[in-house]
Every structure is written in structure tokens, then in C-alpha cells.
């Protein structure tokens, strides 16, 4: 996985593993986190639920392969 900066030089290079994970409602916290954290209304569950499902959304779980510290970064001095 690499994490790229688009308004500078900096990037982070993470040996991972993808997950796809289709069961929502068993994600729903993470749904539920990202809407907060940016700010989003969070509506009932039944209505996201109704709505996650609507849209065809997953949750994309990037699961890091090996430790921080092996991981190669441009820029983060």
C-alpha cells in the first residue's frame, strides 16, 4: 500500500495485506468512525445499513505485513 502526499514530496510505503470485507454490519463501527471523523451526519443504523447496502459499499482493510520500522518513507524527516 503506498500512502502518497499529493500536495507535497512525502509518501509511505506499507508491505500489506488487502482484505475486502463485505459484511456490513459487522463493519458498521468502522462505517460509523469514518463518518465521524470526517464529519458526516451518522444516521440510524437501519437507515445506513439500508443505505451502505444501496450503494454496494465494502470496507478495503489494509492489514500492515511487517513492523513500522521495515516500512520505506520519502520526505517525513
Known sequence: MLVDDPTGFRAVL???TAEIREDIVAEMPRFRAIREKHGMPIPDDEEHLRTLAAEGR???AFIP???PSSWTA???D
Do not use: F, K, T
Open 65 to 67: 505485513d511487517r513492523p
Open 14 to 16: 506499507v508491505p500489506a
Open 74 to 76: 520519502w520526505g517525513l
Open 58 to 60: 465494502v470496507l478495503l
